[in-house]
């Protein structure tokens, strides 16, 4: 049965059945009229266990069975993309810190004080950005420190003080009218994830390629 479900950037989602999770993206726009609400990601993000953990449902009625989840074959709608253990759920950076940034220094559960202080947070701020998130504390925690880690070991030696205040291209780039998402923190606390991750995607691509 599924205990928990965490939704992601991306139509993204973590779903937990006993031992394992799920790590599976959806496509709302591929899977007809009664998926097409998720699309919005303020509808995308209510979903809920469903049914005694049978499925999980969404605002509106739309449903996916465990079945399907569980099933490990790819449709137009529903892509699979990964196992992991439930520890390292909601974790996406982690492989890659694991495995191809040595020296990453991971901790078994990092704390508020050390995100704060990997990233020059202010009093208040890191209460806000994990407001902004619909998961544990303890794993954007997790999340925000593997971010960190990642920034230091393949963009900056030393972070930079205040370097989530700094200007962000990509972000300004991608939503140039939405000028109060143009700095990291504003991203995070803005729920917009995406923003700060997919371009260090881009850069573990074209690393590997390279």
């Known amino acids: 049965m599924i205990t928990e479900v965490l939704p992601d950037s991306h139509g993204q989602l973590w779903v ?3 031992s394992r999770t799920l790590h599976v993206q959806l496509h709302p726009l591929r899977g007809g009229q009664r998926l097409l609400p998720l699309h919005l990601p303020r509808v995308f ?14 605002p509106g009625g739309a449903t996916v069975s465990l079945q399907t989840l569980s099933s490990h074959r790819d ?5 699979h993309l990964g196992v992991v253990p439930p520890r390292e759920r909601y974790r996406p950076l982690l492989p890659i810190l694991r495995h191809g940034t040595p020296g990453a220094a991971l901790r078994d559960q990092p704390e508020r004080h050390h995100v704060q202080r990997m990233f020059a947070l202010r ?3 890191l209460d ?8 544990p504390e ?5 999340r925000l420190h593997d971010l960190g880690v990642f920034l230091g070991h393949h963009l900056y030696p030393d972070l930079p ?3 989530l205040r700094r200007p962000w291209l990509y972000a300004a780039h991608r939503c140039p009218r939405e ?4 700095t990291m923190l504003s991203c995070l606390t803005f729920g917009r994830l995406d923003l700060v991750e997919d371009p260090l995607w881009a850069l573990v691509r074209a690393e590997v390629a390279g």
């Open 75 to 79: 449709t137009p709608w529903l892509t």
């Open 123 to 125: 009093e208040g701020e």
């Open 45 to 58: 993000s209510k979903v809920s266990v469903h049914e005694g953990g049978l499925g999980l449902l969404w």
């Open 128 to 135: 806000s950005v994990l407001r902004a998130y619909p998961v």
């Open 138 to 142: 303890g794993l954007m925690l997790h």
């Open 161 to 163: 003080v205040a370097l």
């Open 179 to 182: 000028q109060h998402l143009h």
């Open 16 to 18: 937990t059945v006993g």
